[in-house]
Every structure is written in C-alpha cells, then in structure tokens.
C-alpha cells in the first residue's frame, strides 16, 4: 500500500531530515512540499543533500496545497500547525513534530509557550509504556521534543519499575540543529565553536512540563524535574545525564534488570552493555537510543545516559517510526539503527 504524504516545513532541518527518511521509506510517496519565506525556491537550493528532490518547488503552506494526501508531516515552528491542522480532515494522517499537541495541561502550555492550548493528540513516542496502543490506527501524532525524548527514555523504565524518588535533575547537551534553520546571534560559529554553554536555566525551558507529564505517568504519582540544556558545538545529537535519587533497597542488579526488563525487546533502544557508555557519534543519522545506566552505592543515586540524533529519533525518525504504527506498517520501515562513524 504506497502512501502520499505531504511535508509542511520542507526548508527546515527537521522537514529535511524528514525527506531523507522518506526517500529510503518503501511506501511512502512523496507529494507536495511546502514552506513559507522558502516558497518557490527548489529544494535543491534549500536541501542540496537531497538530491532526488532537487527539481521540486517549494509551495505555499495552504490546506489547498495539503490536502489530497494521506499523510500531512507539520514541521512547523511552535504555535503554526494548529491552524494548519484544524482545516485538514478527519481522514488525513497528520503528524506534528512541532509542540502545539504534546501537553495535555492547557495551563503548562500557557505558561511556557504564551498563547491558547490547542489540544492534546496521541503522543509519538512508543516506548513509554501504552506508547504504542496510543497510536495505532491513530490519524493525529503529536512528535516529542527532542529533549523529552531523550530524558524520558532515560528515566521512565527507573519510575516505571518503582526504584527512583520523584525528583529528577537532568543536564543535557544538544547540537545546534536542535534550535531550528532561521539565524540567531547566539547561534554564529564563532559564539558556538569551541564551547559549550547553557541556557534556559532554573525550570524555564519549554521541555520542562513534557518531561514532567512523561515521568510522571510512569511513575504514577507527581515527579519535579530539574533540567538545565546546554548547547554544544555540533550540528546533531543530544547526550542527557539524568538522574534520581534511589528508593531504600535498590542495587545496581535490580537497576539494571529493571533497564533490560523495558528495553530488551525495543527495536531502536540499545542498552549497552555495562562498562559502555552512550555518545552522539555512535547515533549520528539514526533512529537508534544508545542508554546506559548506574547505580550510584555512595550518593544513593541512580543515573541513566541516553545519546540520540536530535533529528532523526529526536524528530523525524520519531515521526516515521510513529506513522508506521499508525498505518499499520512494520515499525522499523524506512528506519536504520545503523550510524555514521567516525
Ligand atoms: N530541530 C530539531 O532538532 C527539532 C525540531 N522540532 C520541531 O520541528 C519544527 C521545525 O523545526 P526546525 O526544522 O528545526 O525549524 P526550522 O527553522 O529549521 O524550519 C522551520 C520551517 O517552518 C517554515 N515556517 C516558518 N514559519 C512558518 C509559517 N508561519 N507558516 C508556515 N511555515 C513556516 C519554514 O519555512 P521557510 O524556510 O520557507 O521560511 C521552515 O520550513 C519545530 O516545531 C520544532 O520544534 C522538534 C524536535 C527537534
Ligand atoms: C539547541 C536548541 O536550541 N534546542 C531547542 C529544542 C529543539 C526541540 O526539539 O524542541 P522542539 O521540538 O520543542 O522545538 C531548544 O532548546 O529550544
């Protein structure tokens, strides 16, 4: 069954990365390409690696130009895709990797994003436990953020199998990729070479309720969470140290048992072996999640590290891997585990 999908935000790095994934998926077709300062450019000048697509021109981001597709990818900055969204029918697979419909709090959203709540859809991340149920058959997909991603499938199996207290503190590095294609001062190769610096610190990042709505479903009582992002001098990946303090009686065995317990059947989730640690490298241009994870006798700690390729199981291959449940496709279609070294 070939599927036609459309790409809203074909300019971006995440709808670029989209359409590279795209190209190697088995049933997908691919339909209109959209975008907004971009329309009427080539996607060849815009996305030169993409080589297949070079010929096609951007369009305007109108429901015209969308519908009459299958499947409707919104690569979207904040707040645009509902607008979007809400003139696309019922029938329509449309799959959001911007934030509009990850939170199911309308008071988080507006305390962080500043405008009204659009709704809440089934959550693309199908390893949380019930993850995959949420999105089969499924025709809205709301695409984590990268960040959330990371962080939660670092700590969920530890709150899932009752170890951890609820107050989790997670320090993550991300490449600049991960703040989008449009310029910023912050971003000039000479503020981001050869440094590394946070930023939105002391509860204030956007990421902050996604983590919080994700722990705490797993564990199924209120978990604070204290994340501070840093930005590191790389185009992808996100590596994010996270940790919890351990419930009374909890060991190193019962840690990692509880690890390999969540993840030993999980297509895209590596736990390493012990003594191995996650990197970014390992994970560049794939949908795989590197984790690894400790239990600290001495602090009473348990820390769990998980590397992703913020673009591919941080964005689009989150997407793919979520529409191919939705349709009913083999989860791993169109995806690889397989990275790009050195
Ligand atoms: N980068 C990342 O690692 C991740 C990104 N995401 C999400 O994906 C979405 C896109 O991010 P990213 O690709 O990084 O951002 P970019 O800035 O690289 O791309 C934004 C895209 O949206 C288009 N666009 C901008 N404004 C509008 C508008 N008003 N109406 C329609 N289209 C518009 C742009 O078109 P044009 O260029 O033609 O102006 C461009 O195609 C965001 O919501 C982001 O949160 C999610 C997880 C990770
Ligand atoms: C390095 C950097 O700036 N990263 C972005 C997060 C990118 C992302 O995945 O988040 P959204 O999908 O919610 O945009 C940030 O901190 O705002």
Redesign the pocket.
Known sequence: MTVRAAV?????????ELLRLLLAHPEIEIGAL??????G?SLGA?QPHLLPLADRV?RE?TPDVLSGHDVVFL????G??AA?AEQLGPDVLVVD???DFRLKDAADWEKFYGSAHAGTWPYGLPELPGGRAALEGSQRIA?P??YPTAASLALVPAYAAGLAEPEAVIVAA?GT??????PKPHLLGSEVMGSMSPYGVGGVHRHTPEMIQNLGAAAGEPVTVSFTPTLAPMPRGILATCSAKARDGVTAESVRAAYEKAYGDEPFIHLLPEGQWPSTASVYGSNAVQIQVAHDATAHRIIAISAID??TK??AGGAVQSMNIALGFPEELGLTTIGVAP
Request: charged share 0%.
């Open positions: 809203a935000g074909a300019s971006g790095y995440a709808g670029g959209t975008g907004n300062s971009n329309a450019q815009l951007l981001t690569a979207l900055p904040h645009q895709s979007v990797m911007g934030a695409v953020g990268c991300s990729s991960g703040a989008g294609k449009a913020n673009l941080g964005t």
